[in-house]
């Protein structure tokens, strides 16, 4: 993912801690003009075009609003989560939080967030994406405006297909295995040297989200409905995870290679990512790009189609003893149109090649967006599992993708892998 989502160690930082946080003071300050509020806004966007691209609307803001000024800071994602935590506790809480969705369980256990102001909610609830109200809820509770949701599909190489005598992109997993071994080209030694099917081990997102797409595909879930068990133990997930193995077996896929590298120098033929990966792929492929292609992700019968969404979002800090202003300003930014008919946190993902979780912007900026790729990723908005954001999701989220990467290598049999994966996430359900 493009800013490496999940699965550090910064996402392990203990919830104590944040609990311990709630207990103390902290948030903006007031500049020497008593009059004037001054919030802090926490994010990773310390590069641009991320950076700039916020501090455009901080700027608009500042303009026109003097007596509420905004001011931001930026760590990297991989230090993000426990910037907040080390901050809740050392009295330089910011006054709005920008967070992965997965850490909303965690956050929301340690009262790090603010509640929304009913308005709000409603507006959430009412006018964005079923994919992003997901992203945002735990525990029936929103926690802020979702910021931007990805989903998941299938990339594939248009030009590596064709020249194995392949017209059309796979719409079941047979035919995926069967476009794979024609498309895989080994050295003389038997070494990959074009691969089929990309599968990427060492991370957990890039490990967990496509066999997640996968699971629901087969009409699998990840966790039961009300949230307390783990469900990717069934047929749907044992199916899933045996096709994973089978193309590692069949020699048309293996973990070790970089894929995030080797799709772009087309030397991968298919492999499973999120929306953000287009804006990458643009940069690094240039004019080959028009070699891409992207369809959802497909599951055992045609017609089967599976994705997972996942998200970050902003939200306010418990602490700030500025919320009406915090919310004023994430209200002005993620509700109320600009110019161009869509609301500026919308454009501003669009600008980035990101899809907003609210409809009515990628309506109002239908135009602008030429690119056939990014269909699949907006439709899946609304059939995407979302990622389960439970007070210990990624724990349940790094123990499944050393599940996973166990069959991979051959170290454990698929269900002794998603038994004993369930069986830790249920205990780790439980004592959320």
């Given at each position: 993912?493009?800013?490496?989502?999940?699965?550090?160690?910064?996402?392990?930082?203990?919830?104590?801690?944040l609990?311990?946080?709630?207990?103390s003071?902290?948030?903006g300050?007031?500049?020497?003009?008593?009059?004037?509020?001054t919030?802090?806004v926490?994010?990773?966007?310390?590069?641009?075009?991320?950076?700039?691209?916020?501090?455009?609307?901080?700027?608009?803001?500042?303009k026109?609003n003097?007596?509420?000024?905004?001011?931001?800071?930026?760590?990297?994602?991989?230090?993000?989560?426990?910037?907040?935590?080390?901050?809740?506790?050392?009295?330089?809480a910011?006054?709005?939080?920008?967070?992965?969705?997965?850490?909303?369980?965690?956050?929301?256990?340690?009262?790090?967030?603010?509640?929304?102001?009913?308005?709000i909610?409603?507006d959430?609830k009412?006018?964005?994406?079923?994919?992003?109200?997901g992203?945002?809820?735990?525990?029936?509770?929103?926690?802020?405006?979702?910021?931007?949701?990805?989903?998941?599909?299938?990339f594939?190489?248009?030009?590596?297909?064709?020249?194995?005598?392949?017209?059309?992109?796979?719409?079941?997993w047979?035919?995926?295995?069967?476009?794979?071994?024609?498309?895989?080209?080994?050295?003389?030694?038997g070494?990959?040297?074009?691969?089929?099917?990309g599968l990427?081990?060492?991370?957990?997102?890039?490990?967990?989200?496509?066999?997640?797409s996968?699971?629901?595909a087969?009409?699998?879930q990840?966790?039961?409905d009300?949230g307390t068990?783990?469900?990717?133990?069934?047929?749907?997930?044992k199916?899933?995870?045996e096709?994973?193995k089978?193309?590692?077996?069949?020699?048309?896929?293996?973990p070790?290679?970089?894929?995030?590298q080797?799709?772009?120098?087309?030397?991968?033929?298919?492999?499973?990512?999120a929306?953000?990966?287009?804006?990458?792929?643009?940069?690094?492929?240039?004019?080959k790009?028009?070699?891409?292609?992207?369809?959802?992700?497909?599951?055992?019968?045609?017609?089967?189609?599976g994705?997972?969404?996942?998200?970050?979002?902003?939200?306010?800090?418990?602490?700030?003893?500025?919320?009406?202003?915090?919310?004023?300003?994430?209200?002005?930014?993620?509700?109320e149109?600009?110019p161009?008919?869509?609301?500026?946190?919308?454009?501003?993902?669009y600008?980035?090649?990101?899809?907003p979780?609210?409809?009515?912007?990628?309506?109002?900026?239908?135009?602008?967006?030429t690119?056939?790729?990014?269909?699949?990723f907006?439709?899946a908005?609304?059939y995407?599992m979302?990622?389960?954001?439970?007070?210990?999701?990624?724990?349940?989220?790094?123990?499944?993708?050393?599940?996973i990467?166990?069959?991979?290598?051959?170290?454990q049999?698929?269900?002794?892998?998603?038994?004993?994966?369930?069986?830790?996430?249920d205990?780790?359900?439980s004592?959320?």
């Amino acid at each position: 993912m493009r800013w490496g989502t999940a699965g550090r160690a910064a996402a392990l930082a203990t919830a104590a801690a944040l609990a311990l946080a709630s207990c103390s003071t902290g948030g903006g300050d007031r500049t020497t003009d008593s009059d004037k509020v001054t919030l802090t806004v926490l994010t990773h966007y310390g590069n641009d075009p991320l950076k700039s691209g916020l501090q455009k609307m901080v700027d608009e803001w500042n303009k026109n609003n003097p007596s509420i000024q905004v001011k931001t800071q930026a760590v990297t994602y991989d230090d993000l989560l426990q910037t907040i935590t080390v901050r809740q506790t050392g009295g330089k809480a910011p006054d709005i939080i920008q967070a992965y969705s997965l850490w909303g369980g965690q956050l929301e256990r340690a009262r790090v967030l603010a509640e929304p102001p009913e308005d709000i909610q409603q507006d959430i609830k009412t006018n964005y994406s079923k994919a992003a109200v997901g992203s945002v809820t735990v525990d029936g509770k929103i926690l802020g405006y979702p910021t931007e949701v990805q989903t998941y599909a299938l990339f594939y190489n248009k030009k590596l297909l064709a020249e194995a005598g392949v017209t059309e992109p796979p719409k079941t997993w047979d035919e995926i295995a069967e476009v794979a071994a024609k498309v895989t080209k080994r050295d003389s030694k038997g070494n990959i040297q074009v691969a089929g099917f990309g599968l990427t081990s060492g991370w957990d997102s890039a490990v967990v989200h496509p066999f997640l797409s996968l699971l629901q595909a087969a009409g699998g879930q990840f966790v039961s409905d009300d949230g307390t068990k783990a469900a990717f133990n069934s047929p749907a997930g044992k199916a899933a995870l045996e096709f994973e193995k089978s193309l590692i077996d069949a020699k048309v896929a293996d973990p070790a290679i970089n894929v995030l590298q080797a799709f772009p120098s087309e030397k991968v033929a298919m492999t499973i990512n999120a929306g953000w990966w287009i804006g990458s792929l643009k940069t690094a492929m240039k004019d080959k790009y028009e070699n891409v292609g992207v369809v959802p992700v497909p599951g055992p019968k045609p017609g089967d189609k599976g994705s997972l969404a996942y998200g970050f979002f902003m939200g306010v800090n418990n602490k700030s003893p500025h919320k009406d202003e915090a919310w004023q300003f994430l209200k002005w930014m993620n509700a109320e149109k600009g110019p161009d008919g869509a609301t500026r946190m919308g454009s501003f993902q669009y600008s980035i090649g990101t899809i907003p979780g609210r409809p009515a912007d990628s309506e109002a900026l239908a135009d602008e967006i030429t690119d056939p790729n990014y269909q699949p990723f907006t439709e899946a908005l609304e059939y995407a599992m979302p990622e389960p954001n439970g007070r210990n999701g990624q724990k349940i989220k790094t123990t499944l993708q050393k599940s996973i990467e166990g069959v991979w290598t051959g170290t454990q049999s698929v269900d002794e892998a998603l038994a004993n994966a369930a069986e830790q996430a249920d205990a780790l359900l439980s004592s959320g």
